[in-house]
T-cell receptor, first 114, second 108 residues
């Protein structure tokens, strides 16, 4: 069974630009989660999508947004990039049957803002 | 903020059991204890989770104290590939709060 996939693996942008990160969940999973892991720091919860709807978001500014498509894949968009947005962005998926469903993570996208 | 406290680092000899402790003294009745590990710059890998009872799977065992205020993850026969940061997480919803974790180094 294929795991969670993310693209691109690496992304380099300059300050003020927009970045789009993509995630494909495990087949059958309807929930997708996004996390940010800045260098040397722990994972910070960004967003949760389920059945195409945003269900919850972490303490991040509105320039972090996303969406979930009918096939349950998801995009994370970061507008007006700032240097401190440089981080590993991780996507996870789960069955979405309960809020405590096990989340399975992808390999991440390394975003570098210059 | 994470609801757990873990030692920042531990060492373990290859082939021996690795016992990773976690304190979660403020855990409430409906909160699960989850363990993940992260090998350098990769996505976190799910290991095991439990609510009240001890759990075992092909990767590890999870021992939860009767008062649920602490738990221990046991890797029965640690290998060099088990070197990673191990995260203990208490959760009752989709918002998993990762702390700093324990950096486990397995030595030959």
């Amino acid at each position: 069974e294929a795991g969670v996939t993310q693209s691109p693996t690496h992304l380099i942008k300059t300050r003020g630009q927009q970045a789009t990160l993509r995630c494909s969940p495990i087949s059958g999973h309807t929930s997708v989660y996004w996390y940010q892991q800045a260098l040397g720091l722990g994972l910070q919860f960004l967003l949760w999508y389920d059945e195409g709807e945003e269900r919850n978001r972490g303490n991040f500014p509105p320039r972090f947004s996303g969406r979930q498509f009918p096939n349950y894949s998801s995009e994370l968009n970061v507008n007006a990039l700032e240097l401190e947005d440089s981080a590993l962005y991780l996507c996870a998926s789960s069955w979405g049957l309960a809020e405590t469903d096990t989340q399975y993570f992808g390999p991440g996208t390394r975003l570098t803002v210059l | 903020d994470a609801k757990t406290t873990q030692p920042p680092s531990m060492d373990c000899a290859e082939g021996r059991a690795a016992n990773l402790p976690c304190n979660h003294s403020t855990i409430s009745g409906n909160e699960y204890v989850y363990w993940y590990r992260q090998i350098h710059s990769q996505g976190p890998q799910y290991i095991i989770h439990g609510l009240k009872n001890n759990e075992t799977n092909e990767m590890a065992s999870l021992i939860i104290t009767e008062d649920r205020k602490s738990s221990t993850l046991i890797l029965p026969h640690a290998t060099l590939r088990d070197t990673a940061v191990y995260y203990c997480i208490v959760r009752d919803n989709n918002d998993m709060r990762f702390g700093a974790g324990t950096r486990l180094t397995v030595k030959p």
